[in-house]
């Protein structure tokens, strides 16, 4: 009966979940108005100052209708892992639920929800002597070179890690190498430090495929139209080693200013790329315990009534759902 009751008396976590362009951000918004809360980001790109464009990172209007958090904290040369997410998602959650807010955590990167909701396992130390020689191959060879090689070394964790993800190939390959075992019997192990004090509520969205994939398109077409070459011109010339510059559209934009696609080439190939990445999302978060699906987007008013529904209902009960 005691356990019962404190579990009661834990404040709401939401979290919304799902594929990129499902209108995660939409949604989050919807509730925080309604609902008193406040947004933590959960997205490893979006988290970096100065990458706008190829984010998609809340608009100035959204910015402005509910406070959010953990967006633009890190330089795009500081190196950011998920434990140090864990970390500070953790305190403004808290702090959040502290003030009598609801905290709403929304984005699409597993491992860093993974990390603030279960807690990371106890893996090697940093080796900056490997993570060099392993960043000189990438550089020599190209980062699906160290995709190929995580692939012998612990395929099931290389299926979840995108060919052109440099900072999470070297330390997946870091720490396969470093404690002798593979990444994904490390996960399993003992030792991790999940998040407690909360009541968790998962919702997660899933629109029909296709017309996720209209939706892709159209954003990674708009990208370009917006001036993504532009941005990263900028970028690469004021942090041309910068981590986030490999990801889905700064890497393809990148490719146009070194001549090695057209503007036309390097929109298809985007377009692509996070086709690819929305179906590795789903398979995901389809492993994510006791999540509240919803069919459709986001930003459809059916959708936002079903989840604010979903929330109220959970926000009374001690049940997760």
């Known amino acids: 009966m005691t356990d019962q009751l404190s579990q009661q008396l834990e404040p709401l976590l939401v979290v919304i979940l799902g594929p990129t362009a499902s209108g995660k951000s939409a949604l989050a918004v919807t509730l925080?108005?309604?609902?008193?809360?406040?947004i933590v980001s959960c997205d490893s790109v979006a988290l970096y100052r100065h990458f706008e464009i190829g984010t998609a990172k809340p608009t100035r209007e959204q910015l402005a209708l509910v406070p959010h958090h953990l967006l633009d904290i890190a330089e795009p040369d500081e190196p950011f892992t998920a434990g140090?997410?864990?970390?500070?998602?953790?305190?403004?959650i808290g702090e959040i639920a502290g003030r009598g807010r609801l905290p709403i955590v929304v984005g699409g990167t597993g491992l860093y929800l993974r990390a603030l909701l279960e807690g990371l396992f106890p893996g090697p130390q940093r080796s900056e002597e490997l993570r060099e020689r392993l960043r000189w191959r990438a550089a020599k060879r190209g980062a699906p070179y160290l995709h190929r090689l995580l692939t012998r070394l612990d395929?099931?964790?290389?299926v979840k890690i995108h060919a052109n993800d440099l900072p999470k190939l070297v330390r997946a390959i870091e720490v396969c190498l470093g404690s002798q075992a593979r990444m994904s019997e490390l996960w399993k192990q003992r030792g991790r430090d999940p998040l407690r004090g909360f009541r968790v509520l998962r919702i997660g969205l899933d629109p029909p495929r296709e017309k996720l994939y209209d939706r892709i398109n159209l954003r990674a077409r708009q990208m370009f139209e917006d001036e993504l070459i532009e941005e990263t011109k900028a970028l690469l010339d004021r942090y041309p080693r910068a981590a986030p510059l490999n990801s889905l559209g700064?890497?393809?934009?990148?490719?146009?200013?070194?001549g090695r696609l057209t503007?036309?080439?390097?929109?298809?190939?985007?377009?692509?790329?996070?086709?690819?990445?929305?179906?590795?999302?789903?398979t995901w978060f389809r492993r994510e315990p006791e999540v509240v699906w919803l069919e459709g987007f986001g930003d459809e008013p059916q959708i936002a009534k079903q989840a604010a529904e979903v929330v109220s209902s959970s926000a009374t009960t001690n049940s997760p759902v």
Do not use: D, M, T
């Open 155 to 158: 395929p099931e964790v290389a």
């Open 250 to 258: 700064y890497k393809q934009a990148a490719q146009v200013l070194r």
């Open 32 to 38: 925080a108005q309604r609902l008193s809360g406040e």
């Open 84 to 92: 140090e997410y864990a970390r500070q998602a953790r305190a403004a």
């Open 263 to 282: 503007r036309e080439q390097a929109i298809a190939a985007a377009q692509q790329g996070h086709r690819n990445y929305a179906k590795r999302q789903r």
